[in-house]
């Protein structure tokens, strides 16, 4: 498939002057939905994208085009809380509008509506039938996982006995995706079970983000496709759920607003992690402040490098908000195609469609349900190559461990840089594109689940402060028990027994977690953070209920020090946004509630009659 780079000006995107809802117009005032969708500029003509202060009205925003010429239309229905506007303007006034239009204060950016695409993954190898196979042991069965190296590269199944992603959700941001059939497009089988949440189709103003390309559908295979279901392939985290965001039409192009609007959309409904398999080797201010928007908003960003084989990723990996995964082949090293250099934060498996290095069969790229590019009227298993196949296996892991309640985007971050692996021969790292190494899912999974050490260690130190009044006393057996069960189960619960049989109790149940995180079994990782969890409210009404039943004391103080332990930890090393709380009063919210669940361990160490038992 040729690589189209084509940079310019103009919108690739359909209709012309399309009103939302119905006919508008500017007596309509704040309640005018005029959204542009203009297939091409006109003749001499260029579209500029205006990205106006958060919260400007239509009023303002029609004064501001009045003021300049300009007619100025929301780029989508969604545009509206953003401020996004788009506008046409004449070719040879293009820059002078936009030096004159920095200067005004509504206008936080503005430039040229340059054209994306999608960053090329393949050549494309004919499709694979699928068949009965003998799969290994831990290998889920999915006939044609034995195609799958790269989930064996990256440790994937053994990483699901942790978390495999249930309650996350990720925005693909690309082509669509085919998990459902439209004309003659068929939907991707193997993503019949895969959750789907709802997405936009910002090329088309639609609510239905279907694909008609590919792309899309192959990027979210990776990310999520069925698994275990006894057809096709896996994916990384097959229970996270995909929210479809189409930027870019079926051959493969995009404006630079759709692909804003995107991000915006993706990180006001509910998506905990972005994947962006496009790009392009300009730097744009609106695409930057939509990548910084998305991580304020709690969102990892994880975008593909490139492949142009440069010292540098492309644009928007190239962003410090945004994670930029490189590409490597199945015997571990960088792909020859992949983008490199001291901006790659990871590396994971892109594949090469030349050649079949591990003997089994099919070339080594890395295979998933998609449509087929070629004709998308027939859908089937296809190896793609490229860092846009590299990048969702990132963002699968990262749906992991939310599953696991990291939903932080700088713990995300942290954790997936802490976990990844380098060949033995790797030494300059980052000079040769790995970033911080290759994803690896297993140790990503257990680094998460690891944290309980720490939150009861801190818990710990907490319990050492009631060391002088326990003194006081002689304590039983069974007093003993209940104080550090209470501490256990407050701080850290049973967060190492992920395996078989036992592990698939605690698994799901709330008991593998410390109190304050039982709220991701209850609610998951969209209802992480409720304050009336992580707060001293359990552990206060613990000690009063302790004082009508005395034999209870010590597990209530051993559970207000557990509390307290991971309120203190969570303060100082932040996992999770808290609901309702600006992030500037987080920390103090979660040291008060701390100190006053240990104040509350105190005084029922200090108060308790020695005689209660």
Not at 214 to 225: I, K, L, R
Request: glycine share 12%; proline share 5%.
């Amino acid at each position: 498939m040729r690589k189209y780079w084509q940079w310019g000006v103009g919108v690739l995107v359909l209709g012309a002057g399309l009103w939302w809802g119905g006919w508008a117009s500017d007596s309509e005032g704040e309640g005018g939905w005029v959204v542009a969708k203009t297939a091409q500029p006109a003749r001499g003509e260029v579209y500029l994208v205006l990205d106006l202060r958060d919260g400007t009205t239509w009023d303002e925003a029609q004064d501001l085009g009045r003021r300049y010429g300009l007619e100025l239309e929301y780029n989508s229905q969604h545009s509206r809380a953003n401020a996004l506007f788009v506008a046409p303007v004449a070719e040879d006034e293009a820059q002078s509008l936009v030096d004159s239009l920095r200067s005004e204060p509504l206008v936080e950016a503005v430039e040229p509506n340059y054209n994306f695409q999608l960053i090329e993954p393949q050549r494309v190898e004919s499709g694979v039938k699928g068949g009965a196979v003998s799969l290994g042991k831990g290998a889920p069965n999915d006939p044609l996982y034995k195609y799958q190296w790269n989930m064996e590269l990256i440790d994937a199944p053994r990483s699901w006995s942790w978390s495999q992603g249930a309650g996350s959700v990720v925005a693909v941001i690309d082509t669509g995706v085919a998990y459902k059939a439209e004309g003659e497009r068929p939907a991707a089988e193997d993503l019949a079970q895969t959750r789907v949440v709802a997405g936009y189709d910002f090329v088309n103003d639609d609510n239905e983000a279907l694909d008609d390309h590919g792309h899309g559908t192959h990027v979210a295979g990776t990310v999520a496709q069925s698994t275990n279901n006894k057809l096709g392939v896996a994916g990384v985290a097959p229970q996270a759920a995909i929210m479809p965001i189409k930027v870019l039409s079926g051959a493969g192009f995009g404006s630079l607003a759709d692909i804003a609007d995107g991000i915006r959309f993706a990180a006001d409904n509910g998506a905990q992690v972005i994947n962006m398999s496009l790009g392009g080797p300009i730097h744009s201010s609106v695409l930057g402040k939509a990548v910084a928007y998305a991580r304020s908003q709690g969102v990892l960003v994880v975008c593909a490098a490139g492949n142009e084989s440069r010292p540098r990723p492309s644009y928007p990996a190239a962003y410090p908000q945004a994670l930029a995964v490189s590409a490597v082949d199945s015997k571990l090293e960088l792909a020859w195609y992949s983008n490199y250099g001291e901006q790659i934060d990871l590396a994971a498996p892109g594949g090469d469609s030349r050649r079949d290095y591990n003997g089994d069969g099919m070339v080594d790229g890395i295979c998933q349900n998609t449509l087929n590019p070629a004709d998308t009227t027939e859908q089937g298993y296809y190896p793609f190559q490229g860092t846009s196949m590299a990048s969702p296996h990132v963002a699968g892991v990262a749906a992991l461990l939310v599953g696991q309640g990291i939903t932080a985007p700088q713990e995300l971050e942290r954790i997936l840089k802490a976990s990844a692996t380098n060949p033995r021969w790797l030494k300059d790292k980052n000079k040769k594109g790995y970033g911080a190494g290759i994803v690896n899912a297993q140790r990503a999974t257990a680094l998460a689940a690891q944290l309980g050490y720490w939150r009861l260690g801190m818990a710990l130190l907490v319990l050492a402060a009631l060391l002088l009044p326990l003194s006081r006393r002689a304590l039983s057996r069974s007093q003993w028990l209940g104080l550090g069960g209470g501490l256990v189960l407050g701080a850290s619960g049973l967060f190492l027994a992920p395996g078989d049989p036992l592990g698939s109790l605690i698994a799901w149940g709330p008991w593998r977690y410390g109190f304050p995180a039982w709220d991701l079994y209850l609610f998951g990782p969209s209802g992480h953070g409720n304050l009336l969890f992580y707060s001293a409210l359990v552990p206060v009404l613990a000690a009063v209920g302790a004082k009508f039943q005395p034999r209870m004391w010590s597990l209530a103080a051993g559970f207000s020090c557990g509390v307290a332990g991971h309120l203190l930890y969570e303060a100082l090393w932040p996992s999770l946004q808290l609901a309702l709380l600006p992030g500037c009063c987080q920390g103090v919210w979660l040291v008060v509630n701390g100190l006053i669940a240990a104040a509350s361990a105190w005084y029922l160490a200090a108060k308790e009659p020695e005689s209660a038992e």
